[in-house]
């Protein structure tokens, strides 16, 4: 079991930068894909970025693409978001989510029903 715990979001200018984390409960972190999704009133939750066990393979949305990062950290069972060039579009409630199948270590899933881990959500609000 694993439980996931966001921190760092908030409200900032667009143009402006935040840097989201995910704290894993658990001893096999590195054995999960980790992904980012998020969802705006309204809208449907989306994916955002995902990342491999080892975080050498990363996927993005073309949406965040050259604006967003995402990157872990095994040592300290935490995966990281960091996004730039913050735009009104990213307000959303950004979710964290964990992925235990073999299946994504490498090659992450982009639908929210292959992660069976979720975290609370944190909200992100960019003003104009």
């Known amino acids: 079991q694993v439980q996931l715990v966001e921190s760092g979001g908030g409200l900032v200018q667009a143009g402006g930068s935040l840097r989201l984390s995910c704290a894993a409960s658990g001893r096999t972190f590195s054995r999960y894909a980790m992904g980012w999704f998020r969802q705006a009133p309204g809208k449907e939750r989306e994916f955002v970025a995902g990342?491999?066990?080892?975080?050498?393979?990363?996927y993005y949305a073309d949406s965040v693409k050259g604006r967003f990062t995402i990157s872990r950290d095994n040592a300290k069972n935490t995966v990281y978001l960091q996004m730039n060039s913050l735009k009104p579009e990213d307000t959303a409630v950004y979710y964290c989510?964990?992925?235990?199948?073999?299946?994504?270590?490498?090659?992450?899933?982009?639908?929210?029903?292959?992660?069976?881990?979720w975290g609370q959500g944190t909200q992100v609000t960019v003003s104009s």
């Open positions: 990342l491999g066990w080892s975080g050498e393979s990363t």
């Open positions: 989510a964990a992925d235990g199948s073999a299946l994504h270590a490498i090659r992450v899933a982009t639908t929210a029903r292959a992660y069976e881990h």
